[in-house]
């Protein structure tokens, strides 16, 4: 089985705070993703990454910035937190076989951050 | 207009019905199709996939899929109080997911 490991359940932080949040993942996935969920909103990505040291901006970038360093493991950077900021965190990974038949995303078990 | 549409209940079922949960997206282009059930706290958890037209079945689910009319759709047969939860549909075109915001299901004792 896929296992997507988020290092956080839950966070408290304080506003202005650089916050890491780290996503490792168990079965040699190339893409990773960051995604934020919030009531009547839905799933929104972050950003994502298609490979070691690759990153693409998803449909909400501003004020996070990621790391991806080794294949594993990728890291979502709240650079300066804002009370806006408080949400549940999911980060996802999914297999690229190169085909058409694309493989389903893998999600961790969220990490549910509150800034004050 | 969003990608991905579905209907967000919540759907209400006595257990032990069929429960048809349906969503339809906007690009005809769209190759893979996925459906999550999400429990309340909890992370999106994969349930059914499906790639051609037509049904494909696991279990007490079966997942439908027509190309032509653009949607997909998930029954559940024999529902039970545990199925209670939020069902996400997803769509894959060109390795992009969307996300459809979920259709949320009550399975009533």
Not at chain 1, 6 to 22: D, H, M, N
Not at chain 2, 42 to 63: Q, V
Not at chain 2, 69 to 77: A, E, G, P, T
């Amino acid at each position: 089985d896929v296992k997507v490991t988020q290092s956080s359940r839950y966070l408290v932080k304080r506003t202005g705070e650089k916050v890491f949040l780290e996503c490792v993942q168990d079965m040699d996935h190339e893409n990773m993703f960051w995604y934020r969920q919030d009531p009547g909103l839905g799933l929104r990505l972050i950003y994502f990454s298609y490979d070691v040291k690759m990153k693409e901006k998803g449909d909400i970038p501003e004020g996070y910035s990621v790391s991806r360093e080794k294949k594993e493991r990728f890291s979502l950077i709240l650079e300066s937190a804002s009370t806006n900021q408080t949400s549940m965190y999911l980060c996802a990974s999914s297999l690229d076989t190169g085909s058409r038949a694309y493989q389903p995303q893998h999600f961790g078990d969220g990490t549910r951050l509150s800034i004050l | 207009q969003k990608e991905v549409e579905q209907n967000s209940g919540p759907l209400s079922v006595p257990e032990g019905a069929i429960a048809s949960l349906n969503c339809t997206y906007s690009d005809r282009g769209s190759q893979s199709f996925f459906w999550y059930r999400q429990y309340s706290g909890k992370s999106p958890e994969l349930i059914m996939f499906i790639y051609s037209n037509g049904d494909k079945e696991d279990g007490r689910f079966t997942a439908q899929l027509n190309k032509a009319s653009q949607y997909v759709s998930l029954l559940i047969r024999d529902s039970q109080p545990s199925d209670s939860a939020t069902y996400l549909c997803a769509v894959v075109n060109f390795n992009k997911f969307y996300f459809g915001s979920g259709t949320k299901l009550n399975v009533k004792p």
